[in-house]
């Protein structure tokens, strides 16, 4: 299954956009969703991660403040706002959804989405 991804765009920078992501139905059980990025020539990225229960979310240093992750009321949908958008921001925005067991780091399974672009202007 693949997430489905929406939002990116062009904005100037100190401009604004939201990000949306829903797994479809039939996707096995996941307990933690988020963003990730890949501009040009980098390696992709954490942003923001939240999980489907209690807990908080955790944001990468680069956005905390400026970005906002959240569950939508639909399962499995979160969105990304993001505010004072800067030309560094620029980058393919890419979905992610995980199932994680309590005793381990990485997730036993994992679905991306296909990305979405997200350009800055200065």
């Known amino acids: 299954a693949q997430l489905m991804e929406s939002g990116g765009g062009l904005v100037q920078a100190g401009g604004s956009l939201r990000l949306s992501c829903a797994a479809p139905?039939?996707?096995?059980?996941?307990?933690?969703m988020g963003w990730y990025r890949q501009a040009p020539g980098k390696q992709r990225e954490l942003v923001a991660t939240?999980?489907?229960?209690?807990?908080?979310?955790k944001y990468a240093d680069s956005v905390r403040g400026r970005f906002t992750i959240s569950r939508g009321n639909a399962k499995n949908t979160i969105y990304l706002q993001m505010n004072s958008l800067k030309p560094e921001d620029t980058a393919v925005y890419y979905c992610?959804?995980?199932?994680?067991?309590?005793?381990?780091?990485?997730?036993?399974?994992?679905?991306w989405g296909q990305g979405t672009q997200v350009t800055v202007s200065s």
């Open positions: 992610n959804a995980g199932y994680y067991s309590t005793s381990s780091s990485e997730p036993a399974y994992e679905y």
């Open positions: 139905g039939g996707t096995f059980t996941i307990n933690v």
């Open positions: 939240i999980p489907s229960g209690d807990g908080s979310a």
